[in-house]
């Protein structure tokens, strides 16, 4: 799938929408940490994170409309890839859409590889990934007793 969706660098004014969309149910439920954070906490790390070069958070949009985040991390593995569509546009394709749009932005950043960590019973991430040319590559789990599987995309 070619990438149909522009997108953005999220800038301070975002700080608000990126902990709404954080912060909101599903998506803590899909986290590794399902707790959350405090609002002047996610402030604080959302500065720190808007300096880090090795750090990147785009906001995909559908015209004028933000519908959903992708989150790129370099780590020694990779990019270690994130995504979260808008909870008002979940169930509409833009996550299959995003994935093959960060497919692209990480070439253009030269990774060699991006790593997914899923949470097993989320059904709905693991079509899409895998629509994506993600392939399954291990498990682990957490002591909470929640498995999550790990996938890769070659570049
Ligand atoms: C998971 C998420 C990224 C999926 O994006 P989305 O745009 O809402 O995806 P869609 O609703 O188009 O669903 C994708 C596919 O999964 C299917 N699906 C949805 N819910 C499902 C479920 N519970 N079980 C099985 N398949 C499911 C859809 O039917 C669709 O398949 P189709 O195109 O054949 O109909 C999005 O819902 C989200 O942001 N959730 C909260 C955060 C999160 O889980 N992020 C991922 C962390 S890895």
């Given at each position: 799938m070619n990438c149909v969706l522009d997108h953005r660098k999220v800038d301070s004014n975002d700080v608000r929408m990126v902990?709404?969309?954080?912060?909101?149910?599903?998506?803590?439920?899909?986290?590794?940490?399902?707790?959350?954070?405090?609002?002047?906490?996610?402030?604080?790390?959302?500065?720190?994170?808007?300096?880090?070069?090795?750090?990147?958070?785009?906001?995909?949009?559908?015209?004028?409309?933000?519908?959903?985040?992708?989150?790129?991390?370099?780590?020694?593995?990779?990019?270690?890839?994130?995504?979260?569509?808008?909870p008002d546009h979940r169930g509409k394709g833009y996550g299959e859409k995003m994935l093959a749009c960060a497919s692209q932005f990480a070439n253009d950043l030269k990774y060699q590889k991006l790593v997914a960590q899923i949470w097993s019973e989320n059904k709905a991430s693991i079509q899409i990934f895998e629509r994506n040319a993600y392939e399954f590559e291990s498990e682990f789990e957490l002591e909470d007793g929640r498995t999550f599987k790990q996938y890769i995309r070659k570049l």
């Open positions: 902990f709404d969309w954080s912060m909101d149910e599903a998506t803590r439920e899909n986290s590794l940490n399902t707790s959350g954070f405090a609002y002047e906490e996610h402030q604080k790390w959302f500065e720190r994170k808007l300096k880090d070069p090795e750090y990147h958070i785009l906001i995909y949009m559908d015209g004028e409309v933000p519908v959903g985040m992708l989150r790129i991390e370099r780590t020694s593995e990779g990019g270690l890839i994130s995504i979260a569509v808008s």
